[in-house]
């Protein structure tokens, strides 16, 4: 019976502890034990915005039904804390000093929320969001306060803005980049998103980021910015991207970058230790940089291969898309893929917008390496694909800038992925 | 073993009945008008391409190991006891977030109305268990049935292609 250990009960960890059991199930008899210093069963991060918004309970957010754990035979720790790993002697130690020995062990720690840095920080009202109890705690606050700002216009931020908007606060989101979602859109895409927001009547401010966080009498009176201009504020939510936990492999020695790196068999440097998620540092597929994983998807996928990888059932890993992304504000979808605009010589942007819907293509050397789908995100799925498989789509722009274009028109590239039926000649020869 | 819609790609005209079928069949009333009504914001569950001087129907495949249903960060979408991929009737509801329509290569998720995605559940078999779609096909490009029995049926017919070339065909 090999002992397999997995720290973190999120994503990554949840999927690599399904692998590992397999198809056998329960009657694959090895022993699979996850430790999470949250206290809950397995639930979804990218859903607590609706926690926020007073909108979703814990019962909406939990990933497995009830009874799931016990069902696979997987034994639980959760509310208990990893403080270090003896990679040398195949154990982790836990908060209460307690051992546990493995043959194999999952780093799947996540990433946590990149702190603003200035000071008041850690003034009450000053928030991040990335837990369910965050995300209660906010909707508690938020029940006090009438007003809200929130640093930072990434994804995380701007979902945050939304929940509290609809609470009935007055949110006003402060972007140090020129638009919001600089890394999902570009300017354009973010205009039409800003207007969608705008709407819903959330105000923003570009070009500052805070330079405190002003309280009094232990209690938070608002941001003090950059340019020295005040905002009144009850609450304060900062979204400044996430940092991949990497505490306990650093002080284990193993190999860490920005985040934990490993190799195609998603092996950190020390034997026996894989890690997959938030934590971990990847490369890009299309630019093919290494950088922070950060994805749901990423996390699920790379989860998955680390649990077969453990348990001896090889599986490389490919690479992802650092960034995929969909979301909607407003009523406005939005997805995107790959580069969101060109990278100098050699790249080539083209983009149409009719009733609404703005949807660009970057494209490298004929193939597809990038796409900004706003309004409109219908077939976004084949961009992605493309984008991954480094399909050639030359001749075919017109038909991507329209939409007009499904598997069928790649037909090597794509419609083997399901193990699906042969395609006729007549496709096959449209492939390039 | 579970059945899909299968393309005769060769056979498809692109009249779009397939298109039209599956629209009615999933509107409340079952009716052409509400269809109409709803047009595109009705969200699309299946998709006719111009592929070069071929028609080329897109049909969710019901994927083994589904990309949308990894994608799914709400527990929604999931592969039903008898095959069928769909974000209906599971533990939680769609939210909208639309990783789904991201994740799907072949492009056959939709962004429906009332925020949740929309795609090919097969919630429109009828009394014989055929898909409105299938029914809908004037040229029979669209069949439901099995991939072995698809792919059987396209070997016997190339080797019946073959045969009569080789005598000479006519
Ligand atoms: C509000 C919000 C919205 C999001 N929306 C999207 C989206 O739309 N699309 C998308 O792709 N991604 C989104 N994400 C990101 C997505 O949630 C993450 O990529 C994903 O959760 C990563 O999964 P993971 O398993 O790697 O890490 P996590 O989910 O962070 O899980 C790691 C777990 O390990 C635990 N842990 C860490 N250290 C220890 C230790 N020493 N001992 C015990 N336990 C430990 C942590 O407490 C945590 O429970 C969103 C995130 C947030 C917060």
Known sequence: MRRFLIIGNGAAGLAAAEAIRGDAGRAGGDDITIVSDEPHPAYSRCLIPGVVAGELGFEALSLRPPGFYGSLGFKTLFGRRVTGIDSARHRVILENGTGLE??????????????????????????????YEDATRIAAAAEEASSAVVVGGGLVGLKAAVALRKRGLKVTVVVKSPWILSKQLDRWGAVLVQEALAALGIGFIFGQNPAE????????????????????AGLVIVGKGVVPEVRLAREAGINVAA???????????????????????????????????????????????????????????EGGLTRLNTVEFGGIPVASAGLVTARGNGFQELSRSARGAYRKIILKDGRLVGAVLVGDISRAGVYAALIRRRAVVEGLEPELLSARMGANHFPGALAALAGGPAVPQALEKMES | MHRGVFVRYERCLGCRSCQLACAVSHT??????EALLQGEAGGRRLFVDQVGAVKAPSVCRHCEEAYCVAACPAGAMWKRPDGVVTNAGSLHQCVGCWMCVMACPFGVISRGPGGQAVKCDQECLDGDGLPACVKACPTRALVFTTMEEFEAGRRRAALQGAAATASGGR
Do not use: I
């Not at chain 1, 966080?213 to 009144?232: I, N, S, T």
């Open chain 1, 213 to 232: 966080f002003a309280q009094k009498r232990g209690r938070l009176m608002g941001v003090r910015l950059e340019d020295g201009a005040r905002l009144a």
């Open chain 1, 102 to 131: 493995y043959d194999a062990l999952l780093l799947a720690t996540g990433a946590r929320p990149a702190p603003a840095g200035v000071p008041g920080s850690e003034s009450p009202g000053v928030f991040s969001l990335r837990t």
């Open chain 2, 28 to 33: 409340r009333a079952g009716t052409l008008a």
């Open chain 1, 259 to 317: 985040g934990v790196l490993v190799d195609r068999h998603l092996r950190t440097s020390a034997p026996g230790v894989y890690a997959a998620g938030d934590c971990c540092e990847v490369s890009d597929l299309v630019t093919g940089e290494r950088s922070p994983s950060a994805l749901w998807t990423l996390a699920v996928e790379q989860g998955r291969l680390a649990g077969l990888n453990m348990a001896g059932r090889a599986a490389p890993y």
